[in-house]
């Protein structure tokens, strides 16, 4: 049966009805909604698929990866017995992309199974593939590090309030040196905006396994310490507890080279050492950096065979 033949010029009008007409040239047309960066949409993340895939990466990658390079050890787990089954806001420094899946791995029961990462919308969300690989592997939502938007802000306060604790870094990015920059608000705010807890989180050790600019991992020991949860005093913004948080991280790893006790005497007579390291010049922070290692004696080396 042969099929009707559309009188001539109709074929043009359907078409024209089945595709966006075009923009005259006077007038701007409307830009395409970003699907990156801090745009981006997680939401199926945490839906119950991703999530079984993401535990079973941990499992399978993270924890041997993570005891072949790092062996971590864990302080002051002790410290959040006080805590109940509530979210919280996990801040540590920062000083290697190992800093996150060690921390996936020794964040301990409620929190890890329910725990989300803010991470840089501008490094791990630029562009769909990889925005896909940081969604399903780390559970993080993108953050604009820079600054604290709406959008992010919102996005990290909803699923607090949802029941899903953060890991966070308040530095805003790994140490370029070594040493720990200013610690920023965004945790701050959003454990004044939520009601949660922060938990200050020291970790040592990673900047040698795979610092800022080099590609492959070498092994060291690492040690995780978990600080006393803070909670908002009436009144208190963003940047007074932000101050706060970075003093409390400090003391931990204050602690963590010398003793509780002694690092608890500095704390109170206000002596703890910055994170940041020396007021000096480049060759003085780094000949401070280095004799530190040099007295450490937690680093390790691959197993003789």
């Known amino acids: 049966m042969r099929r009707p033949r559309l009188p001539r010029g109709a074929a043009r009008q359907v078409q024209f009805l089945l595709r966006t007409p075009p923009v005259p040239i006077s007038v701007e047309p409307s830009p395409k909604p970003a699907t990156t960066g801090v745009h981006y949409d997680t939401t199926w993340a945490r839906r119950g698929p991703a999530r079984l895939v993401r535990r079973a990466l941990h499992e399978a ?8 390079f790092a062996r971590p050890e864990t302080q002051g787990l002790d410290r959040l017995g006080s805590l109940a089954d509530e979210p919280v806001v996990f801040a540590a420094n920062h000083h290697s992309h190992a800093d996150t899946p060690l921390l996936l791995r020794t964040i301990p029961e409620p929190w890890r199974h329910r725990l989300f990462v803010g991470a840089a919308a501008d490094y791990f969300f630029p562009n769909r593939l990889t925005a896909a690989a940081s969604a399903l592997a780390l559970n993080a939502i993108p953050i604009e590090r820079t600054k604290v938007t709406r959008r992010s802000a919102l996005d990290a306060a909803a699923l607090i309030d949802d029941g899903w604790s953060m890991l966070i870094y308040p530095e805003g990015g790994r140490s370029p040196d070594g040493w ?66 970075e003093a409390a991280v400090a ?55």
């Open 251 to 305: 003391t931990l790893a204050d602690e963590q080279s010398s003793d509780w006790w002694s690092a608890r005497q500095r704390f109170h007579a206000q002596r703890t050492p910055a994170l940041g390291g020396p007021e000096a010049a480049g060759w003085r922070r780094a000949w401070q950096l280095s004799a530190s290692d040099r007295s450490d004696s937690t680093r390790r080396r691959w197993p003789q065979v």
């Open 61 to 68: 990658v993270f924890e041997p990866v993570i005891t072949v």
């Open 180 to 245: 720990a920059q200013p610690f920023r608000g965004g945790a701050a705010y959003l454990a004044i905006r939520c009601g949660v807890p922060v938990v200050p989180i020291h970790v040592e050790g990673t900047r040698h396994i795979l610092p800022k600019g080099r590609n492959y991992p070498v092994p060291h020991k690492v040690v995780v310490t978990f600080g006393e949860p803070l909670r908002a005093l009436a009144d208190e913004d963003s940047r007074t507890m932000a101050a706060r948080i």
